[in-house]
């Protein structure tokens, strides 16, 4: 493999295309083990993602893109992440992620309430992911 100082980073969802960049020299993502940082070069990996943050790196800038999970594969200088939803710092309507945040609390209460396990789970991922876009959003 020839030595390389940039990486190319793609961010697909089932919608399309989110995010691609072919001059980017650090890619952040969590992982369900915890946070992974490729540089150029890096040895091929292929890691299942956390609801969280993605970091992309230039030389002086850094984007940030909202992922609920997914996956992230890098080989040959090439991060492709397919993620169930992905939201650009610049897309994301803060109103609408505060008021889904809002009703996934209602929602975790009133299922603990009930003692609806399934019910519980869904409203803590949905809660996760409104707090994943808020905290992105702030970047």
Do not use: C, W
Request: hydrophobic letters at 40%.
């Amino acid at each position: 493999m020839a030595e390389n100082s940039v990486l190319t980073v793609s961010i697909v969802t089932p919608d399309g295309q989110v995010y691609d960049d072919d001059q980017v020299t650090m890619l952040v993502v969590n992982t369900k083990e915890g946070e992974l940082g490729i540089l150029p070069n890096h040895v091929p990996v292929i890691a299942a993602l956390a609801i969280d943050e993605v970091r992309v790196k230039h030389s002086q800038e850094e984007d940030v893109i909202a992922v609920n999970g997914g996956f992230v594969e890098f080989s040959e200088n090439t991060a492709t992440i397919v993620a169930d939803t992905a939201e650009n710092q610049s897309d994301i309507d803060v109103a609408r992620a505060e008021s889904a945040k809002k009703r996934a609390e209602a929602t975790i209460r009133k299922a603990q309430q009930a003692h609806d396990n399934s019910e519980l789970r869904r409203a803590q991922i949905s809660l996760r992911r409104a707090i994943n876009r808020i905290n992105v959003s702030k970047h």
